[in-house]
């Protein structure tokens, strides 16, 4: 089946610092990508949708310039957390979508997740 | 923004027991899907439902999508704890915009 991969899978850094994550679609193109947050014990939130080559849509409340998300070829998405603090503290993960017949539910695989731990 | 809502949201019971998660939205999904998320990864995808009343099977787990394609129900026959983890389902606006259910976490105690 299609692989999904992220890195790091944990990271620790100060409040203030830039940290990114990577998305990457081991043995398939896609066309899209897509970025969650889950906070512990709770469901995953839809944060962006990334479409190779051209700019993120960013869901309502979600801030673009905090969370930067790169598309830049088929098989990468990167997600740029700037100036994290405490509060960006969470598990994102990525997930990607297959090319698929027009009309017809697509499969989105799931990366392994990202946990971030801000200080 | 539509919200799925799923209940119970906590579930801890015997091994052995059966128990039903259930999904809802008072909107109309093209398609429905549930997971099961393990602590500290992704979530991995059970199955997948599509028609109104269709009702599919994966060993002891039964999902039945409901006929408006608004809910859908997750049953698990003699659970154990394998079985144990984060359950969500997820609805499917067009074909490929997701919106996560609020989860169900299954504890099935040996």
Redesign the interface.
Same mark, same amino acid.
């Given at each position: 089946g299609a692989v999904?991969s992220?890195h790091p899978s944990r990271v620790i850094c100060k409040s203030g610092t830039s940290v990114k994550i990577e998305c990457r679609s081991l043995d398939f193109q896609a066309t899209?990508m897509?970025w969650?947050r889950q906070f512990p014990?709770?469901?995953?939130?839809?944060m962006a949708?990334s479409n190779e080559g051209s700019k993120a849509t960013y869901e309502?409340g979600v801030e673009k310039d905090k969370f930067l998300i790169n598309h830049a070829s088929l098989t990468l998405s990167t997600l740029t957390v700037t100036s994290a603090h405490p509060e960006d503290s969470s598990?994102y993960?990525c997930?990607a979508?297959t090319r698929?017949r027009?009309?017809?539910?697509?499969?989105?695989y799931?990366?392994?997740?990202t946990?971030l731990t801000v200080l | 923004?539509q919200l799925l809502e799923q209940s119970p949201q906590f579930l801890s019971i015997q091994e052995g027991e059966n128990l039903t998660v259930y999904c809802n939205s008072s909107s109309v999904f093209?398609?429905l899907q549930w997971?099961r998320q393990e602590p500290?990864?992704?979530?991995?995808?059970l199955v997948?439902v599509?028609t109104g009343g269709e009702v599919k099977k994966l060993k002891r787990l039964t999902f039945q999508f409901g006929d408006a394609r608004k809910d859908s129900s997750l049953h698990i026959t003699a659970a154990q704890p394998g079985d144990t983890g984060l359950y969500?389902c997820a609805g %499917?606006e067009g &074909?490929?915009?997701? %919106?996560?259910? &609020?989860?169900t976490?299954l504890k099935v105690l040996a």
């Open positions: 999904v992220q899209t897509f969650y014990k709770q469901s995953l939130m839809l949708t309502q598990f993960i997930s979508r698929g027009i009309g017809v539910t697509d499969t989105q799931f990366g392994p997740g946990r | 923004t093209s398609s997971y500290g990864e992704g979530p991995v995808l997948t599509v969500l %499917i &074909t490929y915009k997701y %919106i996560f259910g &609020t989860g976490r």
